[in-house]
T-cell receptor, first 114, second 111 residues
Framework: EAAVTQSPRSKVAVTGGKVTLSCHQT?????MYWYRQDTGHGLRLIHY???????EKGDIPDGYKASRPSQENFSLILELASLSQTAVYFC?????????????FGPGTRLLVL | QQKVQQSPESLTVSEGAMASLNCTFS??????FRWYRQHSGKGLEVLVS????GEKEEGRFTAHLNRASLHVSLHIREPQPSDSAVYLC???????????FGAGTKLTVKP
C-alpha cells in the first residue's frame, strides 16, 4: 500500500524561529503536495511539486518555502514562524494520470507557534 | 483557481437514515472529483472517486456528479455512529492542477 510519512508528528515553535517539516513517500509518485488545515477552512494548498528539484506555489504560499531534493522527499520550510502558522500540515503524493491520480495523505503534523 | 463550496457545514442524522452531503464548484472544467473522510485528529481517507457525470458507488457511499449544475454529492446509506467525521470534497483538472478542497461537512450520526 502507498505510504506517506511525516516528521515530526507535532512541534512547538517560537515566533521568529525556523521550522522544517519533512515528508517522505515510498510510492514512487511524481507529485507531492503540502496543505494546511485550519478549522473552518478545510485543506488549503501551500506548495506542490511535479518533479525533483522543482516546486510550484499553491494558493497560500506566503511565509512558506518548499524543497524537493529527491522524488521521495518534500520539505516545507517556515523561515520566520508566526502565530498565524499554527495549524495541522498534511503532505500528500499522487501518481501521474487522470484515473490514477488518487492522493495519498500522510498522518499530519500538528504545529503550534508560540 | 477553482472554488469549492460544501454544504451543509454540519449535519446530524440518526443511525440508519440516509445522509446527503453537497459540493459545488466554480466552473465546469474539473474532471477529477473525490470525497474524503477525516475522523477527529486523523488523516484523510478516500471514499469515492468520480470522473464522469452520473453515479459511482463504493460500498455504502455513492457519489453523484452533474457538471452542468457544477455539483457533486455524496450519499451515505445506513450511516453508523462510526461514520461520524468531517467529509471533504476535492476536485482538480487532469494532471495540471493540484486538488482543491472544500471546507468540509461535519457529520454526526446518533445511535
Amino acid at each position: 500500500e502507498a505510504a506517506v510519512t511525516q516528521s515530526p508528528r507535532s512541534k512547538v515553535a517560537v515566533t521568529g524561529g525556523k521550522v522544517t517539516l519533512s515528508c517522505h513517500q515510498t510510492n514512487n509518485h511524481d507529485y507531492m503536495y503540502w496543505y494546511r488545515q485550519d478549522t473552518g477552512h478545510g485543506l488549503r494548498l501551500i506548495h506542490y511539486s511535479y518533479v525533483a528539484d522543482s516546486t510550484e506555489k499553491g494558493d497560500i504560499p506566503d511565509g512558506y518555502k518548499a524543497s524537493r531534493p529527491s522524488q521521495e522527499n518534500f520539505s516545507l520550510i517556515l523561515e520566520l514562524a508566526s502565530l498565524s502558522q499554527t495549524a495541522v500540515y498534511f503532505c500528500a503524493s499522487s501518481d501521474r494520470g487522470r484515473n490514477q491520480d488518487t492522493q495519498y495523505f500522510g498522518p499530519g503534523t500538528r504545529l503550534l507557534v508560540l | 483557481q477553482q472554488k469549492v463550496q460544501q454544504s451543509p457545514e454540519s449535519l446530524t442524522v440518526s443511525e440508519g437514515a440516509m445522509a446527503s452531503l453537497n459540493c459545488t464548484f466554480s466552473d465546469g472544467t474539473s474532471d477529477n472529483f473525490r470525497w474524503y473522510r477525516q475522523h477527529s485528529g486523523k488523516g484523510l481517507e478516500v471514499l469515492v472517486s468520480i470522473f464522469s457525470d452520473g453515479e459511482k458507488e463504493e460500498g455504502r457511499f455513492t457519489a453523484h456528479l452533474n457538471r452542468a449544475s457544477l455539483h457533486v454529492s455524496l450519499h451515505i446509506r445506513e450511516p453508523q455512529p462510526s461514520d461520524s467525521a468531517v467529509y471533504l470534497c476535492a476536485m482538480s483538472m487532469d494532471n495540471n492542477n493540484a486538488p482543491r478542497f472544500g471546507a468540509g461537512t461535519k457529520l454526526t450520526v446518533k445511535p
